[in-house]
């Protein structure tokens, strides 16, 4: 399977925990964004990454989030104190250099108690 | 802010009939459009995109038309099909920066 992978798929947490996100891109894709969705809306932006630098972060990145890309291969996000407002489908998508069709992949649904 | 907007939450259509699929952008600076589809469970994917410097561009039964001074874009699917029943969602960006992405219509092709 090529395609962009996420895990996990599926996270629940108490209110305050600290929750961690990989993101495996296209391997041959040098950008790599993450997104947020919550019901009845589409992807927000919240950053992307041209390899390991990290490009643009949306203000809804608070300072609780964090994202790295340290080899500009896979990529974390972590969300520090998680209150019950994160509670969201969390995207991440690929592209190749040049492009701009995303690739995206199935997301991490994140339900905060 | 919504510089990208889907103001019908859903649209319903026979199959075999036109569906038509509308988006709304305020900002001036996007250059590049793109359709993207949605199953439950899955991320979007890749439907279809058109440049500003076009009017329109065809994919087999999906068609997205352009119009710049309206900063309008609509996705038009014929015949539909009920394997086209899926929440849509109208992407843009300025010049390969971040995409900015639409509240999306869901559809749904009635055998």
């Known amino acids: 399977d090529t395609g962009v992978s996420q895990d996990p798929r599926h996270k629940i947490t108490k209110r305050g925990q600290n929750v961690t996100f990989r993101c495996d891109p296209i391997s041959e894709h040098n950008r790599l964004y993450w997104y947020r969705q919550t019901l009845g809306q589409g992807p927000e932006f919240l950053t992307y990454f041209q390899n390991e630098a990290q490009l643009e972060k949306s203000r809804l990145l608070s300072d609780r989030f964090s994202a790295e890309r340290p080899k500009g291969s896979f990529s974390t996000l972590e969300i520090q104190r998680t209150e019950q407002g994160d509670s969201a489908m969390y995207l991440c998508?690929?592209?190749?250099?040049?492009?701009?069709?995303?690739?995206f992949g199935s997301g991490t649904q994140l339900s905060v108690l | 802010d919504q510089q990208v907007k889907q103001n019908s939450p859903s649209l319903s259509v026979q199959e075999g009939r036109i569906s038509i699929l509308n988006c709304d952008y305020t900002n001036s600076m996007f250059d590049y459009f793109l359709w993207y589809k949605k199953y439950p469970a899955e991320g979007p994917t890749f439907l279809i995109s058109i440049s500003s410097i076009k009017d329109k561009n065809e994919d087999g039964r999906f068609t997205v038309f352009l119009n710049k001074s309206a900063k309008h874009l609509s996705l038009h699917i014929v015949p539909s099909q009920p394997g086209d029943s899926a929440v849509y969602f109208c992407?843009?960006?300025?010049?390969?920066?971040?995409?900015?992405f639409g509240a999306g219509t869901r559809l749904t092709v009635k055998p």
């Open positions: 992407a843009a960006s300025a010049s390969n920066n971040d995409m900015r």
């Open positions: 998508a690929s592209s190749p250099m040049g492009s701009e069709k995303l690739f």
